[in-house]
């Protein structure tokens, strides 16, 4: 039997894809690349954002006319959008073809469901509040040399516009000791880059270890590799994770620390509990105390009563900060949400917004790129296409160059940058 998953939405869902394709493997199933060609379609779901939602209905929808001519057909949907209240019942109704809708802390029982569905034609929508950690599933990595590891499940934050503490739950940490055997073993098989996976990383709590003690036992292996996490909330960043970054050779030297707005105002009202001054001083001890760091973040426009000055304060802020590259968003209110229920604001100008914000960010990542002109970086290689390489530097660079025979996915190289694009940087293999 032939599978294929369509993955929306973040890392963390992509990581998710692996492990349920490890479950499927399990019992038999083989991926396919070409949706047309498997018998059962898994669309693994995100509704964070309103567009991937429009997605997701939009790819199921255009299955009814294969479904209703191939009896064999299997369709389920998983993930977080499965997850919201009532989400799942809605989608049997308006698409009742589809087999199979689990929601996103029991994608673990997809196997027991196909079998379900086999015999009876229909199935149990299952629900469950919080990820249980106990469980352990196979997962079947794609991502060489980079492998995922979730340290944790959930959220407590509740910030204003954000659906994920509904739908993934509270947090949960996993015991350093299953992390690091998850790590050792990932390397041991040969993975080079270990993402620590989580949704608030800096929360991360397990008996007397926090995430900056984690960071330190996972430096202590002695072997040659790389170790990233995200996503971290600026408002538990510590002093203790910067020490750590700092004194690691495994550490990457790059942090995706989402800001959201620049505006005072504006994070109470999206309940982030930083301020903007909080958040310029953390940036500034980043900077001045770990060599070549780099910060990412990601930028929401347009949240319910944003002002011209609240938006201006996002783009001195952005200014500031001199982000290496920022995911820009305009808001959308998602369903039970506080934020939902505050007067929106006139979209001609969220869009307004958004342009202007990604004209000022392309400019800095430009001047951040053209920085690395004559430089010369260690990059991972991880991808290959049409006689290039492709990797990335410790601080998150994206470098392409030429293939080198003696070279393969995997490798580490030195290679000196001669030119700079907006997103990516062009080398040669030194
Ligand atoms: S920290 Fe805030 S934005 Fe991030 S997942 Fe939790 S509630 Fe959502």
New binding site residues.
């Given amino acids: 039997m032939l599978y294929h998953i369509v993955t929306y939405g973040c890392q963390m869902n992509v990581h998710e894809s692996e492990k349920i394709a490890g479950t499927l493997h399990g019992e038999g199933y083989t991926f396919c690349g070409d949706i047309d060609k498997a018998d059962l379609i898994v669309f693994n779901t995100c509704c964070i954002r309103e567009n991937a939602e429009k997605r997701v209905f939009g790819n199921i929808g255009a299955l009814k006319k294969r479904k209703m001519t191939d009896a064999g057909l299997k369709i389920a949907v998983l993930g977080c959008m499965t997850q919201q209240k009532d989400a799942a019942a809605r989608l049997k109704k308006k698409f009742p073809f589809v087999d199979i809708v689990l929601g996103a802390n029991n994608l673990h029982l997809l196997p027991y469901y196909l079998k379900l569905n086999d015999k009876k034609n229909s199935v149990k929508i299952e629900e469950a509040d919080t990820y249980d950690i106990n469980i352990s599933v196979d997962t079947f990595r794609t991502s060489f040399p980079n492998a995922w590891v979730n340290i944790m499940y959930g ?1 407590d ?3 204003s516009y ?1 659906i ?2 509904y739908v993934r739950g509270r947090e949960v940490s996993r015991s350093p000791k299953d992390i690091l055997n998850e790590v050792n073993f990932l390397i041991g098989e040969g993975y080079k880059e270990i993402t620590l996976l989580g ?2 990383v800096n929360s991360y709590r397990y008996e007397d270890c926090d995430f900056s003690g984690l960071l330190c036992e996972l430096s202590k292996i002695d072997k040659k590799f790389r170790l990233r996490f995200m ?1 971290s ?1 600026p408002k538990d960043f510590s002093d203790d994770v910067i020490d750590a970054m700092n004194l690691s050779k495994n550490i990457c030297k790059h942090i995706h620390l ?1 800001v959201q707005s620049g505006s005072d105002r504006i994070l109470k009202l999206m309940n982030r509990k930083y301020t903007a001054k909080r958040y310029i001083e953390l940036i500034e001890k980043i900077y001045g105390n770990i060599d070549n760091a780099l910060v990412s973040t990601d930028i929401m426009v347009g949240f319910p009563t944003e002002t011209d000055e609240d938006f201006c304060e996002t783009i001195r802020l952005t200014e500031t900060c001199k982000f290496s590259q920022a995911f820009t968003f305009i808001y959308s209110p998602r369903q039970n949400t506080l934020a939902a229920k505050m007067p929106d604001i006139d979209a001609e100008i969220k869009k307004q917004r958004i342009g202007e914000l990604i004209r000022v960010q392309n400019k800095i990542t430009k001047e951040i790129s053209d920085s690395f002109k004559g430089k010369t970086e260690e990059v991972l290689i991880d991808d290959y296409k049409d006689g290039y390489f492709m990797g990335r530097t410790d601080n998150g660079r994206l470098v392409r160059f030429k293939k080198r025979e003696s070279y393969e996915v995997g490798d580490f190289v030195r290679i000196k940058i001669f030119a700079s694009k907006s997103a990516s940087l062009a080398g040669e293999i030194i």
């Fill in positions: 959220c934050n509740f910030c954000c994920v503490p949704q608030n996503t909330n989402p």
